[in-house]
């Protein structure tokens, strides 16, 4: 596929269908832009029918206005931000619309998903074959691509911790339309950019295995594994090089203007056992220099493994010898688990997990100072459990409290200059429920963050929700940090489908998505009406093009003979937004979306005699039900 | 498995675990059960923070309070309503949350889910394979069991539309536990049930094909073609008897004494193309009759078609020639689509999908008239497209409006007692946002609905929520429709995946879900803790069982040979409810979960030599990430 390299702000285009809003959804919130929208929740109040509707908004009737404008979004209107998250174990990102949490889209990337077809034509299932036939992965840490420390609404990144591999989400579609399998790495966790402008994408090693992983080698020792960062071409998805490391890595964020490359790791030790793991008081976060690493790159001073270059990065290398190391190792407490950069790139923040303490490491003083701990600027005790940190923009970070089961609110500024443990930056602390992993605040991971909202991303459910069985869902809750003053709102709950890592939070303004395929954005030729054609190419291969429309396809019937392969390629040449139609085949496992202006193919073959009758999943018309096609196979004597 | 038979009602046990409500959620609306709630919108509204949150809903503050309850549950409260909806060509069954729309849960069916370990394990994915194999399915109509007319809260069914199934979810577990491959019928679509105790449980035949369709006989000729409707007993899953109809069928609903099967049809032309379904200006209800038709196969009145009697239920069938014909069909206008049946079992209500009309068939004059068109006694002209009709237990019904997008409340008796056409039963109409396939009422498929909340589940959304691309989600709007005389008021949009088609809504004292495994309900032995074993069974094959629990798997390392075949068996030995675990293997492809107190089995090959990590995708403990066991595959030689 061709695609946009730039992309129009959202202007709210409007959709010239059916009845309903006749503008786009900006103008429901007349001249307000995010800066707008955070200042003035009683305004936004007003518009959203006024007064809050949760118990903790009180006095509403009286005059007052709750410090948080409503999460509930009426009819009609629509939400502020699109958040997405990783929809873990099951594979998808999943786009929740901000204040309402209503899920508006799954976006399945490692699975198949024949509510959209994808894995069901010939391109997505191709793709997910080549990129090794895997039919789930576990997608933690969505983020998307910036232009100038700023969402530009083109791509989505996701990694799969299961497999080792990362995706990319065009969306302009909001669909997957690269995935690479990640050669020298197990455990793909952190999937982060170099910014400003996402010029790498990194993959985080976090098993240690044998390098290659092939069975060579001694198999068993643990000193003999190792794990690797790996740097991926945005555009192109080629792994461009790698870094081999001395322990592991978990998650990791990049520096804003584009020089580092943050990891924390839990297993400094390089142990196989929980044990082992968690044995030592001290671990450490990577920061990978950049600039330097591709110059070892450029210099030829690596080792290709599995066609990749892959820099020594360890302690003892020789690159990390001199005055300019291409990976320095800051020691922090035992088992770091989260990190971030703050959105004026001054410190990145690593949390302790099993410490009760975030490190602060001033970017600046990381090729100054030299011992890298002294890089660390900030120790504040936060509670049990840290281990990650959202960012509102005005100074303050918010971490996740996994044992404490709570948002803890601090000051980074007053962190750096407490001495550390003496004086606490500690704002306020929030109950969650229960046992947060990540969080994310609106736009956080940008240079310029919202600081309206946050949602913590909570592990467990238990009694939050009607029970559902042995699996809980779980909970995302929702909560309002655009007043400092009155503190931080727990405004709403959120149950989840297994299990939310990380998210991204984006205004509406930034992403303007198309409401019909571009023709030219495809690969397959478009069929209009009068333009299908069936042909036997081959003694046991016929082809098939042909249109969708209310209420049919270009063919009402196809006879086949049992044994054919049938290549059917199908374009639906509506051009009204939201009339989609399918191609559903009983019997032959076939589910083929086609959206308004696409074109797809799938393949599959007739291998029993019968009549088969094709039909459209997607309700379309009042004549849905006989959208219908006969697929006749013959037996073949 | 071994399964209960019965259960008690939800007593909103506490959860022992985990700070948080101390007790059930049940203890959160004191005193208030579901006919209590519906009177008492202001109390809720009180206890749920006051006032309701839409701009539907004015004037709060100033002493005056909605007709309608808030629908937003505030953090710490659980909903009122359980609803069941079909996921469509998704393959799924969604539990959502009443009033306030969440999602709680998604039940796999027809496809995978990693997300849930569903087709992953040795268990789910013989099932799956056993059912046809295929990776997919079209759910529409999910219903639950009733005993005495009212939901026991031990099963719900469901329908594949795209491969002929029936499958049913054990809501002990909230998990699908049972598929039936339907022999003869293609394009199942109703799924529901012979009231009032659910003794059987029918699948409809829309698509009409050859029977047997295994390419024997004149493959091209449609009046060679059938439909069957399909009766499977409801523990065994066994298909007993089907009935050969003339036409087609779609939808259907079970009177509430037992003796009625109604099923509407589109196609009374046995057609196939659109232009000839639509033909006729006058299609047909079926009216089965249950008694006489297990009569007629007890009489051994059958033909055994792969290896199911099929009793020719046709119009010039001996069967229906006498006095007690087996099927009645009853003329109704053109293509009608839905039908259901009056709480009182009153009257059968179709509607005419290209006709303006619903019509209203008397159930108890069905076998006494001689011209079944008789049996229809109103047929009140509502609107555009009607498609579907819910119940509020007050005598009203809404029926959906395809071509117009919107839902019509008309009175029943009203309909009956005026004549058909010359005066009006419509009470009221309100605007649905785009284009209603079903809707449904809460508890309407029982004798005694709640009358409280409609939802309309639109099927198209355009420009409802923030813009995701070509393919919009779907919109399942919420009504409140328990104050007659303010009339129905529409207080939420929520966007859905596809596709949702028809609900079931259940009032949540009827069910009582598990919240950890009983072992004894699992076929699998439970490994406690110091009792795994590892084994070389075969040459080539390695039995393991073991457990799982916080941090580590009973084996920390695992040692197998390239080619090795792997049966691996994990017990969760948690006890604690939400505490789930997984087995995620890199690379090859697998992903089991375990729940507390769970046990299941997962076979693989291990082809491929190398070292690779076995770990838990379900966050359980700030150790989570250790939680790992090494699969050390060995070269062959």
Known sequence: MTRHTQRPANDGESD???????????????????????????????????AGCTSLLSDEGDGTVSAAPSHSVPPGEVDEYYAFLGGGQSGDVRVVGLPSMRELIRIPVFQRDSGRGYGHDDESREMLEEAGGYTWGDTHHPRISQTDGDYDGRFAYVNDKANGRMARIDLTYFETDAIVDIPNQQGTHGSCAQLPDTDLIFGVGEFRTPIPNDGT???????????????????????????????NMDNGDGSKEGRYFFTTGYNSEGAVTEKGMTRSDRDNVKAFDIPRIEAAVEAGDYERINEVPVVDGRKDSPLNQGDDPVVRYIPTPKSPHGISVTPDNEYAIASGKLDPTASVIQIDKIDEVDDPADAIVGQPKLGLGPLHTAYDG????????FIDSQVVKWDIEEAVEADAGSESPV?????????????????SYTEDPAGDWLISLNKLSKDRFLPVGPQHPENDQLIYIGDDEAGMEHVKDSPAHAEPHDASICHRSKLDPAKTYDPDDLDLDYTDEGEETMERVDDDRVEIEMYSTRNKYGFQEMTVTEGDTIEMQVTNIET????????AIPDHDVHMRVAPQETRKVTFTADEPGVYWIYCAHFCSALHLEMRSRLIVEPEE
Do not use: C
């Open 427 to 443: 704002i306020e602390k929030i109950d969650v429920h229960y046992n947060p992993g990540h969080l994310i605040a609106s736009e």
């Open 16 to 50: 010239e269908q059916q009845s309903g809003a006749e503008d786009g959804f900006d103008s429901l919130l007349p001249g307000l832009r995010r800066r707008d929208f955070m200042k003035a929740g009683a305004a936004v109040g007003g518009l959203s029918g006024l």
């Open 394 to 401: 005005r100074g303050h970070a918010y971490t996740s409290l």
């Open 217 to 247: 080698g001694d198999l068993h020792d643990p000193d003999k594994y190792g794990a690797v960062l790996a740097a991926i071409d945005p555009e192109s998805m080629n792994v461009e090089w790698e870094v081999l490391v001395d322990g």
């Open 576 to 583: 009204t937004s939201d009339m989609l139609h399918s191609v």
